[in-house]
């Protein structure tokens, strides 16, 4: 129980990167593109030594600290790969959707991660239980339709996201790998549906 405890409180910090959305919104709407993805480079180089010194320092970070996993506190943690997710899906994918894709990764993960701790059907070979992935399934769905009005579209990039997520074995972090996955299929398919005139 206290590890799901310490999970809730894990992934209810997660949730805070939809602050990055926000503040890249407003900073490319009055600076442009350009001065909004420098300042989130500039807040992964601020993460990134931080972390260097907990690492080779041994100094912990304030506050920060109490949310890493015991393997996180000897390497780079989560929050790294999570805005590097988030600055290649906004330099990459119209914002829609990398807005769309970047929230699939917070709280399809977070859906997943907490509704997959108490299933009990796990997937063969991999740590996921099978309630965890319809459940990040339909909380993809659900974000898909706030930013995106297009059924194709929502429902490839939540596919993404989910084998992303839950399935994909290669040792990429999936605070990575998500964004950029659905990212990917949601706008290889929109631009599919360009050419031919569908969006």
């Not at 409180?9 to 993805?37: D, E, M, P, S």
């Not at 239980?129 to 659900?142: D, K, P, Q, T």
Request: hydrophobic residues 60%.
């Amino acid at each position: 129980m206290e590890d799901l405890a310490f999970e809730v409180k894990r992934k209810l910090f997660h949730t805070l990167a939809v602050i990055y959305i926000i503040f890249y919104y407003f900073a490319n709407k009055f600076c442009g593109q350009r001065v909004a993805i420098f300042s989130l480079i500039l807040i992964l180089m601020s993460f990134a030594m931080l972390e260097f010194m907990q690492i080779k320092l041994g100094i912990k970070i304030p506050f920060f600290y109490r949310f890493y996993r015991e393997s996180e506190k000897f390497t780079f943690s989560g929050n790294i790969y999570l805005m590097l997710g988030i600055i290649l899906a906004l330099a990459l994918f119209d914002f829609n959707i990398a807005a769309t894709a970047i929230l699939m990764m917070i709280f399809g993960d977070t859906a997943s991660s907490l509704i997959g701790r108490l299933g009990t059907h796990k997937v063969d070979g991999i740590k996921a239980s099978w309630e965890g992935m319809i459940a990040e399934f339909l909380v993809n769905i659900a974000i898909g339709f706030i930013f995106l009005n297009n059924f194709w579209i929502i429902l490839a990039m939540a596919l993404s996201a989910t084998i992303a997520e839950s399935l994909l074995l290669a040792p990429i972090d999936d605070n990575l790998s998500v964004p950029l996955v659905a990212g990917f299929a949601g706008q290889s398919l929109l631009e599919i549906l360009r050419i031919f005139g569908l969006a």
